[in-house]
């Protein structure tokens, strides 16, 4: 017995080493950058569903407004998200280079510049704020509207320090200090979910609740990440005073890579947010619908989101030590690992799916609806998902920014807003015929990246 076991661990260190192991990094210290990201991605989603079910219980009208304005949050969260990824990506050139001054330097202006950014749009959003959703959701429901705008207010509020907390940890994550970064999230949205369950449940605030959670987690969280910062971390040696010094080199080199970032996040969520008012047109319990089923869909992509966050720190590193062969080998890697995550959670999230549902509470007559849609990125999934969005990430991570940001907004407002608008709505499909044109993108995407990947062009960026 004791045989067998000794044998068959033998076989798994071979197949780790065989695929997750380089000349520059092995696969132990591979999964120890994948495996904090991965809990950490499975916790924001079940703490996403957990708040989404916990308003879901303020009624149809609550969960309408929540997912409204979540459309434009992503639309805006993107662009402090894009450049800290930039500096992500230069912080892990750094790091592999062996240069630990630049290192430390590229973290605070990643940092400064993301907070200037979120202040800037937070004060511009809540200005206009109204006449934002008006003109994208005025054909919603009063009571949604109202509820909306109560909900955007406070998301505004809390931007700035979300981006503050998201710089932070992609500095983290450019050090592969992923363990810190997963401390750090555990504590955010923990934060988050017991505000609202006494919030919303327990003072029976509904949105309101939930915006005043939104920012007192958000504040808690980047105070929390800032005081590591300054006082425990070793590797990026940050201090307060560094975010009022400026490197227009740096910040050159940042903006590189998150500018493109940004414009494609930009237009990538807005060809989302488009698609959103199509939804609108549906009706509010088509609104619902999509909303469920958004949510479910990212248990299904917790683990390609994890991979996707880790490829940049391994890429970036690998592309800073100037070892391109490492780099092919652990993108073609993370690629098959995500597509084996994706067939797994599929098979046992099908199998719990009326338990999943349940904890929404939707009206009975839209059930099948949402399964209907769940099925669809059941069967999609495995096989597109991880070549439209893993790759891309590895690519960027080299520094082949401007043709993964030029190729998504192309197939988006090509397959997923024009063919999205013609399925869903002049043909009539509905929700069914918005999902399936997203799910062409995805295709699409993924044939344009993966060619670009075979080639040499993508590594041959030089930013530092």
Not at 390 to 404: E, M, Q, V, W
Not at 442 to 455: P, T
Request: hydrophobic residues 55%.
């Amino acid at each position: 017995m004791q045989g067998q076991s000794t044998r068959l661990r033998n076989r798994s260190v071979a197949l780790l080493n065989r695929y997750f192991s380089g000349s520059s990094m092995d696969y132990k210290q591979i999964f120890a950058i994948i495996i904090p990201i991965f809990v950490d991605s499975a916790f924001i989603v079940l703490m996403a569903i957990l708040n989404t079910a916990l308003v879901s219980s303020s009624g149809v009208a609550a969960v309408s407004a929540v997912s409204m304005v979540d459309s434009v949050n992503m639309f805006i969260i993107s662009m402090f998200v894009a450049i800290a990824t930039g500096g992500t990506v230069i912080v892990a050139q750094y790091k592999g280079s062996g240069n630990e001054e630049m290192v430390s330097k590229a973290a605070s202006q990643s940092i400064s510049a993301v907070a200037v950014l979120s202040l800037i749009i937070s004060a511009l959003v809540i200005v206009f704020h109204s006449s934002v959703l008006d003109f994208l959701f005025g054909g919603a429901d009063p009571e949604v509207l109202r509820s909306a705008k109560i909900f955007l207010i406070g998301s505004c509020i809390s931007y700035p320090f979300f981006a503050i907390y998201q710089a932070v940890s992609g500095a983290l994550r450019g050090v592969a200090e992923t363990k810190a970064c997963l401390m750090l999230s555990l504590i955010l949205n923990v934060s988050y979910l017991l505000l609202n369950i006494a919030l919303i449940k327990g003072f029976d605030l509904g949105v309101l609740g939930l915006s005043i959670s939104l920012i007192l987690a958000r504040v808690f969280g980047m105070a929390v990440a800032i005081a590591y910062l300054v006082r425990y971390n070793q590797s990026l040696r940050f201090k307060l005073k560094h975010l009022l010094q400026t490197h227009l080199s740096l910040l050159r080199k940042i903006m590189y890579i998150g500018l493109p970032f940004a414009a494609e996040q930009m237009f990538f969520n807005g060809g989302k947010l488009l698609t959103q008012t199509f939804i609108v047109q549906l009706g509010t319990m088509a609104i619902t619908v999509n909303a469920i089923a958004g949510s479910l869909s990212m248990l299904f992509q917790i683990g390609g989101v994890a991979l996707g966050a880790a490829i940049v720190t391994v890429v970036g590193q690998s592309i800073g030590r100037k070892n391109i062969e490492d780099a092919r080998k652990f993108v073609s890697s993370f690629l098959m690992l995500s597509n084996v995550f994706f067939v797994v959670i599929t098979v046992i999230l099908l199998a719990i799916f009326p338990l999943l549902v349940h904890l929404y509470a939707p009206p009975e007559n839209i059930v099948p609806d949402i399964f209907a849609l769940t099925l669809l990125i059941s069967i999609t999934q495995p096989l597109l998902w991880s070549l439209s969005f893993i790759l891309p990430s590895a690519l960027r991570a080299a520094g082949d920014s401007k043709f993964t940001s030029i190729t998504s907004l192309l197939t988006m407002w090509l397959f997923r807003i024009i063919l999205g608008y013609v399925l869903g709505i002049t043909l009539g499909f509905g929700l069914m015929g918005v999902w399936v044109a997203m799910v062409a993108e995805w295709g699409v995407r993924g044939i344009a990246f993966y060619w670009r990947f075979k080639g040499d062009k993508w590594y041959k960026h030089k930013l530092i």
